[in-house]
């Protein structure tokens, strides 16, 4: 059965960090491309950061750049989403999404599968 879980959400400060993973089963991960999603109430979804299945490329928002970094530990099976200076607008649900194709991903926003998600509030 293929399955994606994601953990590593919770309360922080502004300016605080956390780290959020993604864990696969059912299906080896480095075939496919992993992104990272976001949706907070009222508010369409957002693609946050991606990164391809074979040449390390990666995708990240302009909302995002230069504080969030996407990795991925293929003898783990999980991809990890670093989150450093957040921010109260980064208050969201978080989800993680796969396929096998990084441009369908990365670009159109499609994905085949995806995880239940985690809250990350941002919040004094």
């Known amino acids: 059965q293929v399955q994606l879980v994601e953990s590593g959400g919770g309360l922080v400060q502004p300016g605080g960090s956390l780290r959020l993973s993604c864990a696969a089963s059912?299906?080896?991960?480095?075939?496919?491309?992993i992104g990272w999603f976001r949706q907070a109430p009222g508010k369409e979804r957002e693609r946050v950061s991606c990164?391809?299945?074979?040449?390390?490329?990666?995708y990240y928002a302009d909302s995002v750049k230069g504080r969030f970094t996407i990795s991925r530990d293929n003898a783990k099976n999980t991809v990890y989403l670093q989150m450093n200076s957040l921010k109260p607008e980064d208050t969201a649900v978080y989800y993680c999404?796969?396929?096998?194709?990084?441009?369908?991903?990365?670009?159109?926003?499609?994905?085949?599968?995806w995880g239940q998600g985690t809250q990350v509030t941002v919040s004094s």
């Open positions: 999404a796969a396929d096998p194709n990084f441009f369908r991903i990365a670009v159109a926003g499609e994905y085949d599968y």
């Open positions: 990164i391809s299945n074979n040449d390390g490329s990666t």
């Open positions: 059912g299906f080896t991960l480095d075939d496919y491309a």
